[in-house]
Nanobody, 119 residues
Framework: QVQLAESGGGLVQPGGSLRLSCAAS????????MGWYRQAPGKERELVAT???????NYVDSVKGRFTVSRDNAKNTVYLQMNTLKPEDTAIYYC?????????????WGQGTQVTVSS
């Protein structure tokens, strides 16, 4: 089993920046895709950005040019740099990882971190 621990959320003014981090821990695993999802009040969870083990990136259109996803494979950590934040970015942000351990694939979620964009 792989556990994910997120950090970096908070309150920021419109136009500001935040950086989220998510570290994976466990025993004898390798991670394939990592990414970030978000869920705003009254809305379904949506994909924000993903990155494969090879560095292939994918973003939802609404964050392209403002958010950057990256990862440190040696630390099993994925980051989300969020710039030019807008009130509509307010949501709980969840980290996700697709991993393999002992010949089996698994899928883990973090506990979520609140991002609030407000003046």
């Amino acid at each position: 089993q792989v556990q994910l621990a997120e950090s970096g959320g908070g309150l920021v003014q419109p136009g500001g920046s935040l950086r989220l981090s998510c570290a994976a821990s466990g025993s004898r695993f390798s991670i394939n895709n990592m990414g970030w999802y978000r869920q705003a009040p009254g809305k379904e969870r949506e994909l924000v950005a993903t990155i494969t083990s090879g560095g292939r990136l994918n973003y939802v259109d609404s964050v392209k040019g403002r958010f950057t996803v990256s990862r440190d494979n040696a630390k099993n950590t994925v980051y989300l740099q969020m710039n030019t934040l807008k009130p509509e970015d307010t949501a709980i942000y969840y980290c996700n990882a697709l991993w393999r351990s002992a010949g089996k694939w698994g899928d883990s979620w973090g506990q979520g971190t609140q991002v609030t964009v407000s003046s």
